[in-house]
């Protein structure tokens, strides 16, 4: 219970004590309130430097091993125009069909040896996916497939650089391991 006393006038005014005690509780949550604001100024002055650093200073995405993975995986995937018996081949099959090619009749129905096929359809899988022009993110690539150790295709395309990212699939069939290794140069 507050107790009040009479002034000159004679009216009632709270005692002096809980006027200061008043007074400085309220100063004190002005101060945190002061304080809380200058935290989330600072804060805030922080995340601009940050976004403005980062918008000034793009940085080129890299190739990811991962990409490189999807794209031969994606290749081997790819269904050429070599027809046999009524089927197409994908490349997959081709890169078979090239290593163990012995013969006439191992060619497609319009003539074309396997190897031949292989070769023209990865060329522009490649050049269509990994520009090396001039200006371009890719300095260069390298993709070869080899079968037990005999390399049955080599495909380079403009030159090699100390940045590259690279992987490689392999698959066997008839007893035969075949590893198909990718590597991109870049910038």
């Not at 601009?48 to 000034?56: A, G, P, Q, Y």
């Not at 081997?76 to 090239?98: G, H, I, S």
Request: a positive charge.
């Amino acid at each position: 219970m507050l107790v009040k006393k009479t002034n000159n006038k004679g009216t009632r005014t709270p005692i002096s004590g809980f006027i200061n005690k008043k007074i400085l509780k309220s100063k004190c949550s002005q101060e945190e309130m002061v304080g809380f604001a200058l935290i989330i100024i600072i804060v805030a002055v922080i995340m601009l430097i940050f976004l403005s650093l980062s918008l000034k200073n793009p940085t080129q995405t890299n190739v990811k091993s991962g990409e490189i993975d999807n794209f031969i995986l994606g290749s081997l995937q790819y269904t050429t125009d070599c027809k046999t018996n009524q089927l197409f081949l994908n490349l997959r099959a081709l890169v078979f069909e090239c290593y163990t090619q012995a013969g006439e009749d191992d060619k497609c129905l319009d003539g074309r040896s396997y190897c031949q096929v292989l070769n023209t359809s990865l060329s522009k899988i490649l050049e269509n996916s990994w520009s090396v022009k001039t200006g371009s993110k890719y300095k260069g690539y390298a993709l070869n497939i080899n079968a037990n150790e005999n390399t049955i295709l080599n495909i380079t395309q403009g030159s090699p650089g100390v940045n590259y990212k690279e992987s490689s699939q392999d698959f066997s069939r008839g007893g035969n391991n075949f590893i198909i290794s990718f590597r991109v140069y870049e910038d």
